[in-house]
């Protein structure tokens, strides 16, 4: 039997820059999800989920495509399908998956379940793979087996995290670093607050937002957002709608730099404010937040976090707020209260940590 376990992921900053050449920089979570593949004999693949128990789900290793499972499930077979696309001499064999991350609250459950099932899946193969390839194979059955059409951010981040440290990666130049983020000794903790607001909207908006900013890329004459430094270069765009959605690539991407000056500087409390500013891009420009984010942001700065931002797609999901040791109660109190007051479930709240990025376990 081969086990693996996989993170999930949140994004300091650098949101929705990841399809456009941009800048991001994600950690993995101390939630995840773990991968135990045991052999069969018979060139069958089955998929069953402590999360969803009484189902099960079966294919054919050699002849399974995009288009034949749907659901949960299309991630673990979509995995197999694109490790043997990739070449792998995938074995006949039984996965089951288990989950401690949320599902719809923003923290990349999809690809954590991706990287896990891939390691796993390799491991029972008898094969080896640079982490940073497992990541593009994760994406690949994302894109074209499940049909979303995601950047490349949460696989890259589910499998190259580090304990106290950021992934800066530069989705252009398709490179990686590490950058330290000692949250703790600086007296500092980063809640993740789910809002449970789920608006159906995700899907159609980001696919949206993807050929707005291809859009202002070709009417700007650049060959992606990331070559456009200087923020006023997109007022030039005539369509007020596509010069917003720039505008956040852009200024996006700037926040990300000054994210990492900040943090290399040994500041992590500095960061708050770039984090609000992210939020309000997101918000107004590219508008892909929601009342419930809106509030929960609102709320943690007002109860003294340092700065907050939603994180992921948008239209529900997280909120990530920076906040001092001594202030966790407070915000988390003023999160829940503003929650109630408007009749709404309460969050939850998780304090996370970056945590070691996909791996085998024993
Ligand atoms: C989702 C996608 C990522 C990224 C974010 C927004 O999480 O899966 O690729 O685009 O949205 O930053």
Known sequence: MSRAHAPGRVNLIGEHTDYTGGLTLPMAVDMGVTCEATPRTDGRVTAESREMPGEHVEADVASVA?????????????????????GVPVPACDLRISSTVPAGAGLSSSAAVECA???????????????????????????????????SMDQVASMLGEADHLIFFDTGEDTTRTVPFPLRAQGLHLLVIDTHAHHQLVVDE????????????????????????????????ADPVLRRRARHVVTENARV???????????????????????????????????????????????????ARMVGGGFGGSAIALVPTDAVAAVTTAVTAAYAARGWRAPDVHDVTPAQGAHLVA
Request: charged residues 25%; proline residues 4%.
């Open 66 to 86: 995009p288009g034949d499972v749907r659901g949960w499930a299309a991630y673990v077979i979509g995995t197999v399908w694109a490790l043997r696309e990739a």
């Open 117 to 151: 099932v891939a390691l796993a899946v390799l491991d029972l193969a008898g094969a080896t793979m640079p982490a940073r390839e497992v990541a593009r194979v994760a994406k690949r059955a994302e894109n074209e087996f499940v049909g979303a059409p995601t950047g």
């Open 206 to 237: 980001y696919g949206e937002r993807r050929r707005a900013l291809e859009a202002a890329t070709v009417q700007l004459g650049v060959p992606s957002l990331r070559a456009v430094t200087d923020a006023a270069a997109v007022e030039q765009l």
């Open 257 to 307: 730099l000054r994210t990492i000056v900040l943090l290399e500087a040994g500041d992590i409390a500095a960061v708050g404010p770039v984090l609000t500013e992210g939020h309000r891009s997101l918000r107004d420009d590219l508008e892909v937040s929601c009342e419930e984010l809106d509030v929960a942001v609102d709320a943690a700065c007002a109860a003294g976090a340092l700065g």
